[in-house]
């Protein structure tokens, strides 16, 4: 009797590490990738701006990728937006629309497209990547925007995951006058964990192990592919902008990056109140990527210096 309540107990533990070990690393990081499509219900007219709808295709995969673009009068340049991961062009985390509005209204024209796997856009069955993949899509949204109005410089901004994959697609030879890098997934570990803690609310540390395997296993960028150490290396212009507060791209990643490339530009956010109410709806993803819906007039005016600063001398 007493082997067989040892043999049933061993048998317990066993199965019980394997049903473990399937959680950590192999159910939680297939979670973390294959988030929900955010579908596009709505546009630039709903703000008045005027809006082409085009498609474009990356050259890794047979996809259709859907944009606007969104011109200006006498455009002084052209934005490339790349938005976050689990939204689309609409993004109301960071309040999309009325960004492109107060882009134009500033001679600034937008190309913005869904990501694969996001919004209109194609699938590719993969889920996020962290640029792994996605760098493909910014590029040929930089290469459209460049053929489209080719006398005037293209800039490129990302948003969390959005910067991350801009930043790929620079490392891979996409041409840009210049970057601009909001709230910045650089840190595919540190992202991973405090973006599962948001989802969860467990302690992030308990995440490690699936962090890990997702870059393993599931083709997020590890090591030198990681979008830091792509960055630290771009040799192009690049402002920061950070949210000191940020809980889940933190502020550590982009003060390093501002430390190790003296072509980055650093724009700390003033602080916003994490208690603030207009961030309740928000919930544990807090002030992350909120600078403009916070500090409009004074992320608009960091963006049209750097923008500036950046053609100075270009001829164009």
Known sequence: MDNTVKKLSWTVVALLLVAVGYVALVAIPRAAIQVPRSAVTSSPADVGLAFEEFTVAPQDTDLTLAGWWIPAENARATLVFIHGGG??????????????????????????????????????????????????????????????????????????????????????????????????????????????????????????????????FFGLPGGDEQALARAVALDLPILAIQDPDDPVTRERYSLELAQRNPRVTLWVVPSIDPQHPDLSWKERWGTHVSAFLFYPQETVAQILAFIASSTVGSGK
């Open 87 to 216: 939204s689309n062009r609409t993004s109301s985390y960071f309040g999309s629309l009325d960004f492109y509005r107060a882009m134009v209204a500033q001679g600034i024209a937008l190309v913005v497209i869904d990501l694969r796997n996001h919004g209109a856009s194609g699938s590719d069955g993969q889920g996020l990547q962290f640029g792994r993949t996605e760098k493909y899509d910014a590029a040929a949204a930089i290469a459209w925007a460049r053929l489209k109005n080719p006398d005037v410089p293209v800039f490129a901004m990302g948003i969390s995951m959005g910067g991350a994959t801009l930043i790929q697609a620079a490392h891979i030879g996409a041409k840009l006058d210049g970057l601009i890098l909001l709230d910045s997934l650089l840190d595919t570990h540190d992202t991973f964990r405090q973006g599962a803690w948001v989802e969860t609310g467990l302690p992030p540390a308990l995440f490690a192990v699936s962090a890990w395997a997702a870059t393993q």
